[in-house]
């Protein structure tokens, strides 16, 4: 199985400031097809988790254009540029381009 | 608009099964897989399996192969979840999500918990 492994883990940010979480797999996320199959999800307390960015750098419809995605393959980041109060929760980098799925451990957005 | 909608929250006993049910509407149900999702209390996410609603086709995780069956209804554009022999480390919301390769449209989640 792909091991994702996301640093850090908790994320104390000033807000307007910005912020980014890293995520690192065991092995490269290319696949056979060309396409690197590695998202970012965000999960706000209580809710469901919600797509942000797929395909490492494509922001989901309706994400603000804060959010951004880079990266290739076996190191990726999730960047804020400017951190909003709404912004609090655990993000999740998933990797799809094997089975299983896997997820990195999730990191802990929260306002300093 | 893209929507899945979960059945409810259920409370079972160990060694008992459960199944649970995802609504799909707004989209051809038959053209994007489906996963399966679940999250322990104060824990991460683990992805189950994924389903084809077009031909059936299944991948489950290893470590619940055993016990976990995907299917799809396309009559009603419902995917169904049924784990069985459940245990107390069980407990966890499961959800389902569109699946495009990645996860863009998620269930609202259901909460199975499993105590005697």
């Known amino acids: 199985d792909i091991v994702m492994t996301q640093t850090p883990l908790s994320s104390p940010v000033t807000l307007g400031q910005p912020a980014s979480i890293s995520c690192r797999s065991s092995q490269s996320l290319v696949h056979s097809d060309g396409n690197t199959y590695l998202s970012w999800l965000q999960q706000r307390p209580g809710q469901p988790p919600t797509l942000l960015i797929y395909?490492?750098?494509n922001r989901f419809s309706g994400v603000p254009d804060r959010f951004s995605g880079s990266g290739a393959g076996t190191d990726f980041t999730l960047k804020i540029i400017r951190v909003e109060a709404e912004d609090v929760g655990v993000y999740y980098c998933?990797?799809?381009?094997?089975?299983?799925?896997?997820f990195g451990q999730g990191t802990k957005l929260e306002i300093k | 608009q893209v929507q899945l909608v979960q059945s409810g929250a259920e409370v079972k006993k160990p060694g008992a099964s459960v199944k649970v049910s995802c609504k799909a509407s707004?989209?051809?149900?038959?053209?994007?897989?489906i996963s399966w999702v679940r999250q322990a209390p104060g824990q991460g996410l683990e992805w189950m399996g994924w389903?084809?609603?077009?031909?059936?086709?299944?991948k489950y995780a290893q470590k619940n192969e055993d016990r976990v069956t995907m299917t799809t209804d396309t009559s009603t554009r419902t995917a169904y979840m049924e784990l069985r022999s459940l245990r107390s480390d069980d407990t966890a919301v499961y959800y389902c999500?569109?699946?495009?390769?990645?996860?863009?449209?998620w269930g609202q989640g259901t909460l199975v918990t499993v105590s005697s």
């Open positions: 707004g989209y051809t149900f038959t053209r994007y897989g």
């Open positions: 998933m990797q799809a381009t094997q089975f299983p799925y896997t």
């Open positions: 999500a569109r699946d495009l390769d990645y996860l863009d449209y």
């Open positions: 395909n490492v750098s």
């Open positions: 389903i084809s609603p077009y031909n059936g086709n299944t």
